[in-house]
């Protein structure tokens, strides 16, 4: 008999639609969190007690004290910024979670990092927009088979294979964009000295993941970045370096697929996004200006202000297919008060053609226009809401209308950033 307790938190959008405090919501009632895909860039905020705290590679369930965290084999790993993070995080959170790191996780190199930086500026006025963390490079050479990851590390040779790896490395660099390699010997001993730090934290995650399924315990998974940023099935090519949709969650720790119970997308009640591509819903105007600043909509890590637009179910929608979401849970619906006349973006408009899924090419969607219905908004303030039926009934109708359009339960909203201003509508986890 299936006896599962495993969710997926995935961000339904281009990322940052408040991912972190869903998992930090619910890993107040579970036993691990695991973090499938991505590295350093993707940065979450969590409010609680009045503070703020972030996080980057770090899964989000870091600030429970029952909690044991996994970073799995699907990331991408700065030992050097991990270990930052959690030193900080340790010494301002006195109840933290534990941190396990998988054993084949890929390692981010301060030579990934100037290759990322020399290749943004060889794109000219094509930039991806990358945060220059090293993260694409480092999948770079994972797929191409020359990745180092955390498990190597604990073999006696592994100075040696290194060496051989550094050694190309300069040669790339030097020869692709005329730029020095930082020092062999400096490299290492910096990468030795942090995984002295947290070597004792390795594990065979899948094995782990599996065992502690089984026995019964809550199993939640951290998704990174937004499904309409995955590597195969986003805005390509503006998008990260990963398969940051659901799809990815067994790849991306170890585990059978078998063992996924629900999906949870998180949905922003507008649109965002960071960086190059196209963004048909994009509000160039006060409105626009205005949920910017309610939202705080500057990046937790980079302080760049995001592009924001209206909700856009159609990348939605095919969101929901592409990462197998169940479930839907609706962030800063507050941000949305004052707002006379919200739209909804139910289609595109592609020349002639009418499109209600995202085309795949970049151009095409730069070309893209957006057709709307419109619905009435609210001037209540609702950040203190504490149920549904406290909502005006605008922001009721609105929420509704996402629900129908996207054929997909909703499960809850939040109306401000703390734990507290968290409404479910149904218990799931």
Not at 9 to 33: A, C, P, R
Not at 63 to 75: A, D, H, L, T, Y
Request: glycine share 10%; proline share 3%.
């Amino acid at each position: 008999m299936k006896n599962y307790n495993t969710l997926v938190v995935v961000g339904s959008q281009w990322g940052d639609e408040g991912k972190g405090k869903i998992t930090d919501y619910f890993s107040q009632v579970t036993n691990l969190v695991v973090r499938y895909s991505g590295g350093d860039n993707a940065g979450h905020q969590i409010n609680f007690n009045g503070e703020k705290h972030k996080v980057r590679i770090v899964p989000s369930g870091i600030f429970n004290r029952n909690v044991v965290n996994i970073i799995g084999n699907g990331c991408v790993v700065n030992l050097e910024q991990l270990n930052e993070e959690l030193d900080l995080i340790y010494k301002t959170v006195p109840n933290h979670g534990t941190l396990l790191i998988s054993n084949r996780a890929q390692l981010v190199l301060p030579y990934h990092i100037q290759i990322d930086e020399a290749q943004e500026v060889a794109r000219g006025k094509n930039k991806i927009g990358t945060t220059k963390r090293g993260i694409g490079p480092a999948y770079q050479d994972k797929v191409s088979r020359s990745g180092i990851r955390v498990g190597d590390l604990f073999r006696n040779n592994f100075k040696e294979k290194f060496k051989g790896i550094w050694e190309y490395q300069k040669n790339f660099l030097k020869k692709m964009f005329d730029v020095e390699i930082l020092d062999f010997e400096t490299i290492y001993t910096n990468l030795i000295k942090n995984f002295e730090k947290i070597k004792n934290n390795v594990i065979e995650c899948g094995e782990y993941l599996e065992s502690a399924i089984k026995e019964g315990k809550k199993v939640l998974f951290e998704g990174a970045q937004g499904a309409m940023l995955d590597i195969d099935h986003g805005t390509y090519p503006f998008v990260t370096s990963s398969n940051c949709s659901a799809s990815n969650v067994a790849l991306g720790s170890g585990i059978s697929f078998k063992y996924i119970d629900s999906v949870l997308g998180v949905v922003k009640a507008y649109s965002t996004r960071v960086g190059a591509g196209g963004f048909p819903v994009e509000l160039l105007n006060e409105i626009g200006d205005g949920i910017r600043i309610r939202g705080n909509e500057f990046g937790s890590n980079t302080k760049r202000p995001r592009r924001v637009g209206w909700i856009d179910l159609v990348a939605l929608k095919y969101a929901i297919r592409s990462s197998a979401i169940d479930k839907i849970f609706i962030t800063l619906l507050d941000v949305l008060s004052g707002v006379d006349e919200i739209k909804l973006c139910t289609s595109y408009k592609l020349g002639d053609k009418k499109l209600t899924s995202p085309p795949p090419t970049a151009e095409e969607f730069e070309e893209c226009v957006a057709e709307y219905i419109i619905t009435p908004g609210w001037n209540e303030d609702i950040t203190n809401v504490k149920s549904y039926s406290e909502l005006p009934n605008e922001a009721k109708n609105y929420l509704k209308l996402i629900e129908k359009f996207c054929e997909v339960n909703l499960v809850g909203f939040s109306v401000g950033p703390d734990r507290t201003q968290t409404v479910l509508l149904e218990e799931i986890f």
